[in-house]
């Protein structure tokens, strides 16, 4: 089937479409249709079915008679670590760590937060709460205490599951200090916390409140799959918003296993039985639906990688992944290629291994340039597909589906629609707009099965940053545009999220820390293009009147302050002080021409704008941190 046919028949019959689609899953009871638009605008699916994600991820497969087939590599060249676990041990595995939670009295419904580096065990966590149908939460590692502390008193986890430590080249992070400190800020304290002991750091346990992950699990019996309806959080992973609060995106269980299941053939050409390897980190979506998720649900081999594309020990870690591990399909974020590329411009490294198992490259989680995308063809010899989604998604809105048919690339476009989104470029009133022009992206409601339901005890908010601002619609908070073929081009955020080395952002949130500061009176942030990780967020803080302390002192404690408060993965190391900001009559700050004028790229001042001379002082600011030099 062609692409255009297979879109088709998801337009002409949507429910037929995903039913179908949900035969390839297990059900204890089948759901008796997909849609279920009762509380429209909010929809959901496949609400009446009965299903658990480890089963389809774990069990089955063992069932099935491929038990000895590995689940998962884990190659950690920073410890110098490498392990195959079959399906048949990570079932044992994870019913075993299941089977513990359950005794200490973890249910359907309670919420288990996880904070681990780049180990097996984490991948087990998860599945052993999908088990349960307990909902996890997982935070990304190079978060520090203070955000944990806010997912924390949202989420209100029973019990937490953490590491001793993580392990960054050349530094221990310290998992389990960032995690008392979390609990002594955090208003909600959970039941227990359960710490697995890393030989590179072990940490002090609380009597009475910290449990050992192996003794905990000792002798106990485990614990079979729990069933639980098709609307049911599976997880809520916590994104970047407009404000320090960061969103609770929810995944709801059915459709999540449906979905993810059927990206594996139809995105990404692999049949079960290959070695599919995202290089991500769990902390995020991509590593929720493609290190964990998706691969296991679909009888893939997995692989949890703890280590960097450079430095891990060098530009060639890839490559040798690949060879040693037959690896068929790779997905990662432009910025690790972009990291390669800088150490090895020649591709000197590739040369030194046998490649012949990769078929494709993908790409997401932030735009691919094409001079990356352009050295990965010319290296590889494989089709380097971009594709487009976010955390709220689950999967890709747009891409180049391989396993259904080759379309052309078309470098600069993450390609199609996939069924289940009618994308459409509207204008500021949400009139759509024709091919070429560019607009706010927003997806024709319903969205398809998968993607976020709602946000954790955030209805409201959900509807208004979402819904509001285009009746019917759901808005991506991103522009772009799509070409005469229906290629898809995404340019730039429509907010105030930006997108550094990959990782999503919050301007508003590094705002506010330094807001916090007592010398600081005003400030803005924003995010300029940086040739390694995309973009980089800067900092303009005005000092209160009467301060005279030395700018590089201050600029020193707010760059500490970002990274104690939000964590080093902010990458927060650019802060000038200024007299003023830049403004419109309203009061409202000059982002926008801030970004253009330090990317060198031409500007209009707006009309609006209070005082146009405020401008050149922006410039000078921004020259003495080496941008704006056109
Ligand atoms: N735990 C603790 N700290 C972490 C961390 C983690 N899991 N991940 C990153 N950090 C830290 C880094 O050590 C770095 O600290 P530093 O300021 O002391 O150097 C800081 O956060 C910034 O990290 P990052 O922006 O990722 O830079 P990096 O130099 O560590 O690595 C890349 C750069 C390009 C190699 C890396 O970002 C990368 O591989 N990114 C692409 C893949 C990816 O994960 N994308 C996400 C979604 S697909
Ligand atoms: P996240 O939720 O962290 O996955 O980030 C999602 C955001 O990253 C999107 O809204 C886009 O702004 C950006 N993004 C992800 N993939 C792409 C892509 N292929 N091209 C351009 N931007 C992308």
Known sequence: MTYKALYKSWQDNPDAFWMKIAENVDWFEKPSKALFDEKAPLYEWFVDGKTNTCWNAVDRHVKAGRGDQTAIIYDSPITQTKQKISYADLQTRVASLA?????????????????????????????ACARLGAIHSVVFGGFASNELAVRIDDAQPKCIIAASCGIEPGRVVHYKPLLDNALGLAAQQPEFCVILQREQEVAKLEEGRDEDWHEFQYGVAPADCVPV?????????YTSGTTGQPKGVVRATGGHLVALNWTMKNIYDVDSGDIFWAASDVGWVVGHSYICYAPLIHGNTTVVFE??????????????????????????????????????PKGEEVEKYDLSSLKSLFLAGERADPDTIEWAQSQLNVPVI??????????????????????????GSPAVPMPGYDVQILDEGGHPLPAGKLGAIAIKLPLPPGTLPTLWNAEDRFKSSYLQQFPGFYETGDAGLVDEDGYLYIM?????????????????????????????????VIGVTDALKGQLPLGFLCLNSGVHRDHADVVAEVIKLVREKIGP?????????????????????????MVKIADNKAFKAPATIDDPAILDEIKAALQSLGYANN
């Open 492 to 524: 730039a955020r429509t907010d105030d999220v930006i997108n550094v080395a990959g990782h999503r952002l919050s301007t508003g949130a590094m705002e506010e820390v330094l807001a916090a500061h007592p010398d600081v009176a005003e400030c803005a």
């Open 229 to 237: 309806e098709g609307n049911h959080p599976a997880y809520i992973l």
């Open 99 to 127: 089977g513990a939670l359950r005794n200490k009295g973890v249910e359907k419904g309670d919420r288990v937060l996880i904070y681990m580096p780049m180990v097996p065990e984490t991948i087990e966590a998860m599945l």
């Open 307 to 344: 280590g960097k594309p450079v430095g891990t020990p060098d530009a060639g870690t890839f490559w040798r992944m690949i060879e040693e591990y037959k690896i068929k399909c790779l997905f990662t974020a432009p910025t690790a290629f972009r990291a390669i590329k800088r150490e090895d």
């Open 569 to 593: 993965v902010a990458a927060f190391k650019l802060a000038v002080v200024v007299n003023r900001l830049p403004k419109t009559r309203s009061g409202k700050i000059l982002r926008g021409t």
């Open 386 to 411: 971009d594709h487009w989604w976010q955390t709220e998604t689950g999967y890709a809105i747009a891409a180049n589906p391989m396993g259904i048919e080759k379309l052309p690339v078309k470098i």
